[in-house]
């Protein structure tokens, strides 16, 4: 789950990670009293959506960036009008783009120096890892890829925590090295690590993190995504889901126990077990066809989850073939026939549609769908199914 920079920020504050002042604002008729609160001479106003490259982000009306460095009150009023309520397009969020329905006005400070710092999970040493950079306020992707030795990790043993040596690393790879700078660096990571392993945060990113001319060391934006399956120990960071950020399909799966996330292919998958899930969007890409969805129904799923499953999969308009992939352990293949007819005489199956079925009660089931009198296409084994369903989409087409 991910949060809005505005909020990332409130939670740091707890942590005692320094931010600039902001206030937030949902409505046109909020406008002047969080400009107001703005003591700065300069007021950054910035666009809160679930996507990076905001800056250099363009409105569908035409507005370019989604982040406003401006000199007057005026100035600052009028982009944060142009920006609420429309949509802005990033490099993240794609040519849909994302609506903005809250602005975020900053004080501005000086700034003498941009870093890049992280917290996220290492794969494969089961470690947090901690990411940093001299080459801050930019995109990490391309420093990874084109300057490679700029970028720092140090991997955090679980067990120990951050430790005085990872600091003098960091701090010495980012060239803090004076006593001043070295002690602030010293505060903020002891703050950010413990934000990140106290609230099962997946990721934490500060970018770019500053010194201003001052000497103060400020996080100046916050990027922050938290372990779904972790909001239950966190029900204030629970709070904070915005909605209106999220899929409309992936919300209503929820809802039914669906693991459920969409993409841009055209062929949805129904599926039960993640793994199975993954191999069945693997097998349908080695055979030309490109996957609408990750669809786990689970091992113990109803007649009327796998019914809520076909209605979310078919209100996806790019859906143009089915494959419905069961392996029977838990899960009974009647209980899917069963769904699938249901669903059918509920929602107009209009696309291609493949099964495979296999395992607990596999004759059964199949006799189910044989009997429905649906426009059903029987697969003996994956490879049959996903070969059979990627033909009848490019025929269909």
């Not at 107001?36 to 679930?50: R, T, Y």
């Not at 920006?83 to 000086?110: D, I, W």
């Not at 140090?154 to 120990?160: L, M, N, S, V």
């Not at 899917?336 to 395992?359: F, M, S, T, Y």
Request: glycine residues 10%.
């Amino acid at each position: 789950m991910n949060i809005h920079e505005f909020q990332a920020k409130q939670l740091f504050a707890d942590y005692g990670i320094p931010t600039v002042k902001g206030v937030a604002a949902r409505s046109t008729d909020a406008f002047d009293d969080a400009i107001a609160s703005i003591q700065s001479e300069l007021i950054v106003v910035k666009s809160q959506i679930h996507a990076g490259g905001r800056g250099k982000g363009t409105f569908k009306d035409g507005y370019k960036g989604g982040v406003k460095v401006c000199k007057t009150k005026e100035e600052a009023k009028e982009a944060a009008t142009r920006m609420l309520g429309n949509t802005l397009v990033t490099h993240q969020t794609g040519p849909e783009g994302r609506e903005v329905k809250t602005v975020y006005f900053n004080e501005a400070c000086s700034i003498k120096k941009e870093y890049y710092l992280a917290i996220t999970l290492d794969r494969a040493t089961s470690k947090a890892v901690i990411i940093a950079s001299t080459e801050g306020g930019v995109d990490i992707e391309t420093v990874a890829e084109e300057t490679p030795e700029k970028i720092i990790k140090i991997f955090i043993d679980p067990a120990t925590g951050i430790m005085p040596f990872h600091k003098r690393t960091i701090g010495f790879g980012l060239g803090l090295s004076d006593k001043e700078s070295f002690k602030q660096l010293s505060k903020l990571l002891d703050g950010l690590y413990r934000f990140y392993w106290e609230k099962d945060a997946s990721m934490v990113e500060i970018n770019p993190l500053i010194t201003t001319d001052e000497g103060a060391l400020i996080a100046l934006d916050a990027k922050v995504g938290f372990d779904s399956n972790a909001l239950f120990r966190n029900p204030d960071i629970l709070a904070l889901r915005d909605l209106d950020e999220e899929d409309p399909k992936e919300i209503e799966a929820g809802k039914h126990g669906l693991s459920y996330i969409a993409l841009d292919g055209n062929i949805a998958c129904l599926v039960n077990g993640a793994g199975l899930a993954m191999a069945t969007m693997d097998i349908i890409k080695h055979f030309g066809g490109s996957p609408a969805n990750f669809l786990d129904v689970g091992g113990g799923a109803s007649e009327a989850a796998v019914t809520e499953a076909f209605k979310i999969i078919l209100s996806d308009p790019n859906v143009e073939g089915i494959l419905v992939n069961i392996f029977g352990g838990i899960m009974s293949c009647k209980v899917i026939a069963n769904g699938i007819v249901g669903a059918a005489k509920n929602v107009d199956i209009n696309v291609p549609l493949v099964v495979r079925l296999e395992g607990n009660e596999v004759e059964e089931g199949k006799e189910i769908l044989k009997n429905s009198n649906l426009p059903i296409t029987p697969a003996d084994d994956l490879s049959d199914a996903a070969k059979k369903v990627v033909e009848e989409v490019a025929n269909k087409a």
